[in-house]
């Protein structure tokens, strides 16, 4: 958007605002129902704000905070949908985020959890 565009005409690829506005699209596209879009402008706000900020910055943490709390929702709606794609894809993105934010606590167990719950609910699965 144009928030976007000008942060980055003034400031390349570190501009100062840009991990937020991308997290404030984010949640505009959940709140449409855009879950993929919502978990793309989330990771996206992630690295944005890795780029710009120096690691323990509470801005780094902000986003991935959030990314987390979107995958942990997804996960929970995959869960509840029975849509095992979508719960392996949350999982594969919560081992990701490990990785790029070892500066917060990632529940990296939610998904496998989750499964186990549905085996234990559906021992034909």
Partial sequence: TEALEQGRFFHGDRSPHEDQILTNLAKIAGRKQNFDKEQELAR???????????????YRKQSANFYEKVLIKHSERAFESKDAEWLDRCEALLD????LSPEIEVNRDLPSQLRSQWNQDDPDS
């Fill in 44 to 58: 996206e706000a992630v690295l944005s704000s890795q780029r710009t900020f120096e690691p323990g910055h509470r």
């Fill in 96 to 99: 990701e985020l490990v990785d």
